[in-house]
């Protein structure tokens, strides 16, 4: 009918508008890093500054992979990433399905010391950490980086799962248990698929942290064929002087990957609703 | 009376069967727990007593940190400016987060590049994110003020002044709702069309749908975004810090909270403090998720 | 899917088996390994420090091997906070040497963090006697020394020739007192609106914000080492605040502030672009000059002082420590007399660009540059930061003064008499 069919082409069209300004916003300070990353150092200090880099120096991107040993950080940072979202996907839904789909006795007072631990900054904790990963003479290993996940140990991310997990409806499982199903079963059949979205972000935001993490890799990694691509960046600062267009190529090389995977991870979102209730 | 016995018993064996599976499940969590966390944590209280400097063991001082951060200006300073961030920032974001979410959750052409580009913020190292804010912000010749003078409005002082560089702030803060609105997009994707449906058969409006429908269907993902946004504000550290080089300036209208501690913890060797501090910010934080929690019965919706 | 997780798994177990494996050759005599930190990202200061090691690896008749390592840190106001480290110290596994600044010995020493190096220096005959009085003073900690100077930097006031000339002032005579540099400042100065198209001079931009240039420049001093006291709150010390506040005030007032705070932030150096006609830098912003605008026609000369003929300068500097709890301090040491040596002195000066310690090297090594000539000039009367274990906190709370005090949120002499007795309580704490 084409009432309907000119009503959702007002309102796509509002959508794109309001998604473009807010969008351009959004990107401004990327264009101004992609900008300043093809910069010479004469453009970098002229006021006003300039938008459109003349000329433009590619041979920044070749000086940001080769200043620092960049490939092999940044096969260092994956591994370290990987291993962290490895154990986080393992771990973490079992916990929050314990937090949420079972009655049991504890569960609120074990839930509400999830989100206690996360009231406590990190720079407290990171001594007495180090020092404990120390007496087991894993300084030095990448293994204090991504250990915890293995426990579960990213309240965040458990907390995050915990709520795609109750806003499940409350029967879902009743059937199943009737049927005499081991929760196990229930739990990887029934609950598990229906929270992919859920464990798809989990994965995603552990991916980025442990990608862009610094105080880690900073505290724990002392041999520099091991280090990490955050502590690459900070190569391109020394002392007193800074290799801005470098560190902005560098920059963005380092986030590239990342927005590659959250590109295809949104991909699985794509089952949107539309405005006005019509799936698209 | 023998089938009461009975009902109790069976009762008390589901429970006790649901204990052990819930324990089961969380088993791995509750050893991280006891692993990575106690003896931090037992620690960090401990050195809140004394003078631990990290470099040096200290001696015992007793309450006497707590007592002199109350009358550390400096210190009652970064409480007001974290405050007054946090009370600015969460509610803004909330709202932000949902509006565009919801605006990205359309199976229109293209969205995946626009949920792309509202994320990329999120994933631009601190250092580059705090430079080119640093040159937007500009008071001279920033790209803001340009764009505002174009609408006759004069130049604004944005990170120079102590009214305005909290503002900033906030602004820079809402730049990178990209995780905020990537959590809410997963938790539209579950919320089932079948209740969208029966709403258009009783002719709802878009804004009836979204205010009875989608709000309160997506409302554990915004409790969520509450805690951790009220959370993160309080623990807001690393921007203002590259910003700033730990300094807070404008006259320390950006030291926030855990930037304080940072310095004290690492800075002025001054762990012992640091701890205390940030036990201190563990009962704020906790007294404010209690009331939320408490709230949170009123307006989160659980199927 | 299964299998390619797998693969994975089986590949990335693989790779941390390689990752975690030090890379070292297998010697066949003992040799003693030494580990030495520092901070130098890519770049000259990098080269210099590793240049040094391989000397000390090639010449060491010891049979000692050292291993260089860069470790991250953050930038904390004026120095590094170097979490890496004191975590290593804590532990009770630091390495055997370490770069440091030597703005931080004091806190560091007074905590019982690093060895005395006194009675190495006594066998091996090394005295700081070769280095300048500040680098020797900022590696002592009452009375014991805890580090070895490694490189320096010094401060004067470098001025855009072509803004002088266009303004009629005398490029090759610039200002030398206070009250010339507020005359030259009038003129170089031009107000458009409530900004400016530019400006002769800021007081407290970038060398000139620490209260430390000022204060000595008007006659004042900050610590009275025989009893332990600082004295902030001197009548020079405060006249030079008054004078910057009075200053802010003559020169535009509330604009001229916001001006000033919108300047010199991240890439954009005011001096460079040709905002402000002079500045308070350092030696070590000459690098910078020369590679941003190469044709920069700009000089140097010594930072205006109260009294004709009392200019000052302070330097700052790295140093060579031994922390506490390494098993092989006494290679550590050996390493460091090596490093401290007039002819590693020269190269580090020579390849980084620094200004060196050690008498005589910066005017050997910097001969041909003279825009150096000023700041190595004065590194035989330069002061340095008083070595308290309260330094840290000290430039934290000057800074937090002098924005109030210009900004108009507190009088000078009250404020600087209310640091003097906040900052004396922290001092006693500390044994």
């Known amino acids: 009918m084409p009432q309907i069919k000119t009503k959702k082409i007002i309102s796509n069209t509002i959508i794109y508008i309001i998604l473009t300004v807010l969008g351009f916003f959004f990107l401004l300070p990327f264009f101004w890093m992609l900008s300043t990353s093809l910069k010479t150092d004469q453009q970098l200090f002229v006021f006003p500054q300039v938008w459109i880099p003349n000329p433009i120096q590619w041979s920044n991107y070749a000086g940001a992979v080769t200043t620092i040993p960049f490939f092999r950080y940044m096969l260092n940072t994956f591994f370290v990433a990987f291993m962290d979202v490895l154990g986080t996907v393992i771990a973490c839904p079992l916990v929050a399905y314990g937090l949420s789909r079972i009655e049991w006795k504890g569960r609120e007072i074990l839930f509400f010391l999830t989100i206690s631990v996360m009231m406590i900054p990190q720079e407290v904790t990171m001594i007495p950490q180090f020092i404990m990963f120390s007496k087991a003479g894993l300084v030095g290993t990448y293994v204090p980086l991504f250990i915890a996940s293995f426990f579960g140990g990213r309240p965040f991310m458990i907390f995050l799962l915990r709520q795609f997990f109750v806003g499940l409806p409350k029967d879902l499982e009743d059937a199943a248990r009737i049927d005499g199903a081991s929760e196990f079963r229930i739990y990887r059949s029934v609950i598990l698929p229906l929270v992919v979205p859920g464990i798809l972000t989990v994965g995603l935001f552990r991916f980025m942290n442990s990608w862009n993490d610094f105080l880690g890799p900073l505290l724990y990694l002392n041999n520099e064929s091991t280090y990490t691509l955050s502590i690459g960046l900070q190569m391109f600062t020394t002392q007193y002087q800074t290799e801005w267009a470098m560190l902005m190529a560098a920059s963005l090389l380092v986030a590239l990957p990342v927005i590659v995977m959250y590109f295809f991870v949104q991909k699985r979102f794509i089952q949107g609703i539309t405005f006005t209730g019509i799936k698209g | 009376m023998k089938l009461n016995m009975e009902k109790l018993k069976i009762r008390k064996g589901i429970e006790a069967h649901n204990f052990k599976l819930g324990i089961l499940f969380t088993l791995p969590w509750i050893l991280g727990l006891v692993i990575f966390y106690v003896y931090p944590l037992i620690s960090s209280i401990y050195y809140s007593f004394t003078s631990y400097s990290i470099l040096n063991s200290g001696h015992f001082v007793g309450l006497q940190n707590y007592k002199d951060l109350f009358h550390d200006a400096l210190f009652l300073k970064s409480v007001k400016n974290t405050l007054y961030f946090t009370a600015l920032s969460v509610p803004i974001n909330i709202i932000l987060g949902i509006i565009i979410a919801l605006l990205l959750n359309n199976a229109l052409k293209f969205i995946g590049f626009f949920r792309t580009v509202f994320f990329i913020p999120t994933l631009v190292p601190v250092v580059a994110t705090a430079t080119v804010w640093k040159w937007i912000l500009n008071s001279n010749y920033g790209l803001m003020n340009s764009i505002l003078s174009k609408f006759g409005i004069s130049p604004i002082p944005w990170l120079a002044s102590t009214k305005w560089s909290k503002i900033s702030l906030v602004m820079i803060a809402a730049w990178g709702i990209g995780q905020a609105i990537v959590v809410n997009l997963g938790g539209l994707q579950d919320i089932s069309s079948e209740y969208y449906e029966a709403a258009d058969i009783d002719g709802a409006n878009v804004f009836q749908k979204t205010f009875k429908i989608t709000i309160p269907l997506l409302s554990p993902v915004i409790f969520y975004n509450v805690i951790m946004g009220m959370i993160g504000a309080f623990q807001y550290f690393t921007l203002p810090y590259t910003l700033t080089g730990g300094e807070g300036t404008p006259n320390n209208s950006l030291t926030f909270y855990v930037m304080y501690l940072y310095n004290n913890a690492f800075g002025y060797l001054k762990m012992g403090y640091a701890s205390a501090m940030a036990w201190i910010l563990f009962v704020i934080i906790l007294v404010l998720t209690v009331v939320i929690f408490k709230t949170s019965k009123k307006w989160v919706h659980y199927q | ?431």
């Open chain 3, 1 to 431: 899917m299964k299998k390619i997780l797998s693969l994975l798994l089986v590949l990335c177990v693989c790779f941390s088996v390689f990752a975690n494996g030090s890379t070292e050759q297998k010697q066949e005599t003992a040799k003693t390994e030494i580990k030495i930190w520092h901070t130098y990202g890519a770049g000259p200061g990098l080269d210099a420090v590793q240049k040094i090691v391989d000397m000390y690896n090639e010449k060491n008749t010891k049979n000692i091997h050292a291993i260089l390592t860069y470790v991250a840190n953050q930038k904390s106001g004026n120095t590094q906070t170097m979490a890496n480290l004191m975590a290593a110290i804590a532990a009770g596994n630091p390495p055997d040497v370490a770069l440091i600044d030597n703005f931080q010995i004091a806190s560091w020493a007074s905590q019982d963090s690093l060895c005395e190096l006194d009675g190495y220096m006594a066998k091996s005959g090394l005295t700081l006697d070769n280095f300048y009085d500040w680098a020797a003073e900022g590696s002592e900690y009452k009375g014991k020394t805890y580090s070895i100077p490694y490189n320096g930097d010094s401060r004067a006031l470098v001025y855009n020739k072509e803004m002088f000339r266009k303004a009629g002032l005398d490029p090759e005579n610039p200002p030398t007192t206070i009250a010339e540099v507020e005359e030259a400042n009038a003129k170089l100065t031009i107000k458009d609106g409530s900004t400016y198209k530019q400006v002769g001079f800021i007081p407290w931009l970038f060398a000139g914000l620490p209260i430390y240039t000022w204060g000595w420049s008007f006659g004042g001093d900050f610590y009275d080492a025989k009893n332990n006291v600082l004295t902030i709150a001197t009548p020079e010390n405060i006249a030079a605040i008054q004078w910057e506040v009075d200053y802010a005030k003559k020169s535009g007032g509330k604009d001229f502030v916001n001006y000033a705070s919108g300047l010199g932030t991240g890439a954009e150096d005011p001096f460079v672009t040709g905002q402000v006609a002079m500045c308070v830098r350092g030696n070590f912003n000459l690098a910078d000059f020369k590679r941003y605008a190469p044709d920069l026609d700009y000089g140097v000369t010594p930072i205006p002082s109260l009294k004709k003929g009392e200019n000052i300068t302070w330097c700052g500097g790295w140093g060579w420590t031994i922390p506490k709890g390494t098993k092989n301090a006494e290679a550590a040491f050996d390493f460091i007399n090596f490093a401290a040596s007039e002819e590693c002195n020269e190269v580090m000066a020579q390849i980084s660009g620094s200004l060196s310690p050690y008498k005589g090297v910066s005017e050997k090594v910097f001969a041909g540059d003279p825009k150096y000539t000023v700041f190595i000039d004065m590194l035989k009367v330069a002061r340095v930061r008083p070595s308290v274990p309260v330094g840290q906190q000290l430039w934290s709370e000057f800074n937090t003064l002098l924005e109030a005090a210009l900004i108009g949120e507190g009088d000078p002499a009250q404020m600087m008499k209310a640091l003097d007795e906040k900052m004396n309580t922290e001092l006693k704490k500390y044994k």
